[in-house]
């Protein structure tokens, strides 16, 4: 289930200790175990809440990352579409200048939603339509402006140091609110050097974990909670502009189980 080989052998250990200790006789009693061991992982406890509030007077920025295809313009879409419906006023920057239609899609979910979008010309300085979206932001005095950045390989390090000049660049007005890692559940183990490389440049500070509707599991949650202690807020379950969810660790644990 791409919970990986570290997190799984400390597991399966802990697990072995507590059938020693209980005396478990049963696949259903063991089943409950690694449920709630698998919840323990997860460590209900932590804020798993959107910093989308404003702030000072400043409207909070969300900053949303990952590499190619992962999915981030549409969750961009769709978390606008929720705060929207929150009562939340919004802003869009389109920092990803690269690919044409990654503003035209942010410009369709603005006006499908009923969002602020600010763009540049193609191949323009992504760095610069960030400044300039927060700087809308501040000036319409919204609750929040939500950047999207381009899809960037983990391993290219002049896209990696583009991604640490826009953060630098926004928190010119202020400190960034969030840092959302959008992770694809079918790349398996590879989130997990994703996870370390964005964490390093821009101190992502939540996962939303999307394509959960095909075969993926989507256990390398568990594994980049445990290594960088950075919790999984939001799941994508599909295309549609209702299939944003909040994380349940419950329903997650029992749908990687496979519930009965």
Same mark, same amino acid.
């Given at each position: 289930?791409?919970?990986?080989?570290?997190?799984?052998?400390?597991?399966?250990?802990?697990?072995?200790?507590? $059938?020693?200790?209980?005396?478990?006789?049963?696949?259903?009693?063991?089943?409950?175990?690694?449920?709630?061991?698998?919840?323990?992982? /997860?460590?209900?406890? @932590?804020?798993?809440?959107?910093?989308?509030?404003?702030?000072?007077?400043?409207?909070?920025?969300? /900053?949303?990352?990952?590499?190619? #295809? %992962? #999915?981030?313009?549409?969750?961009?879409?769709?978390?606008?579409?929720?705060?929207?419906?929150?009562?939340?006023?919004?802003? /869009? =920057? %389109?920092?990803?200048?690269?690919?044409?239609?990654?503003?035209?899609?942010?410009?369709?979910?603005?006006? !499908?939603?009923? %969002?602020?979008?600010? !763009?540049?010309?193609?191949?323009?300085?992504?760095?610069?339509?960030?400044?300039?979206?927060?700087?809308?932001?501040?000036?319409? &005095?919204?609750?929040?402006?939500?950047?999207?950045?381009?899809? !960037?390989?983990?391993?290219?390090?002049?896209?990696?140091?583009?991604? &640490?000049?826009? +953060? !630098?660049?926004?928190? +010119?007005? #202020?400190?960034?609110?969030?840092?959302? @890692?959008?992770?694809?559940?079918?790349?398996?183990?590879?989130?997990?050097?994703?996870?370390?490389?964005?964490?390093? $440049?821009?101190? $992502?500070? =939540?996962?939303?974990?999307?394509?959960?509707?095909?075969?993926? +599991?989507?256990?390398?949650?568990?594994?980049?909670?445990?290594?960088?202690?950075?919790?999984? +807020? @939001?799941? &994508?379950? =599909?295309?549609?502009?209702?299939?944003? %969810?909040?994380?349940?660790?419950?329903?997650?644990?029992?749908?990687? /189980?496979?519930?009965?």
């Amino acid at each position: 289930a791409d919970v990986g080989v570290k997190a799984t052998t400390e597991i399966v250990a802990r697990l072995r200790e507590q $059938v020693r200790v209980l005396g478990t006789r049963t696949p259903d009693q063991l089943r409950t175990l690694l449920a709630e061991e698998l919840t323990h992982a /997860l460590d209900p406890s @932590l804020d798993r809440s959107l910093h989308a509030d404003p702030a000072s007077g400043k409207p909070a920025v969300i /900053l949303v990352v990952g590499v190619n #295809g %992962a #999915g981030k313009t549409t969750t961009c879409g769709k978390i606008a579409r929720v705060l929207v419906a929150d009562g939340h006023s919004v802003v /869009l =920057g %389109a920092a990803d200048t690269f690919r044409a239609a990654a503003a035209e899609q942010l410009t369709t979910w603005a006006g !499908r939603v009923g %969002a602020q979008v600010v !763009r540049g010309p193609e191949g323009s300085d992504p760095a610069a339509v960030a400044f300039d979206a927060v700087k809308q932001g501040i000036d319409a &005095g919204v609750d929040t402006v939500l950047i999207d950045t381009a899809g !960037r390989l983990q391993n290219k390090v002049g896209l990696m140091d583009e991604l &640490g000049k826009i +953060k !630098r660049v926004v928190e +010119k007005h #202020g400190p960034v609110s969030e840092t959302l @890692l959008v992770l694809d559940a079918t790349a398996g183990q590879n989130g997990l050097s994703q996870a370390k490389v964005f964490t390093e $440049v821009a101190n $992502v500070t =939540g996962v939303v974990l999307t394509k959960l509707d095909g075969t993926a +599991k989507g256990g390398i949650v568990i594994a980049v909670q445990r290594e960088f202690g950075i919790p999984v +807020k @939001l799941i &994508g379950l =599909g295309e549609g502009p209702d299939d944003l %969810a909040p994380f349940d660790v419950t329903a997650f644990v029992n749908a990687l /189980l496979g519930e009965q």
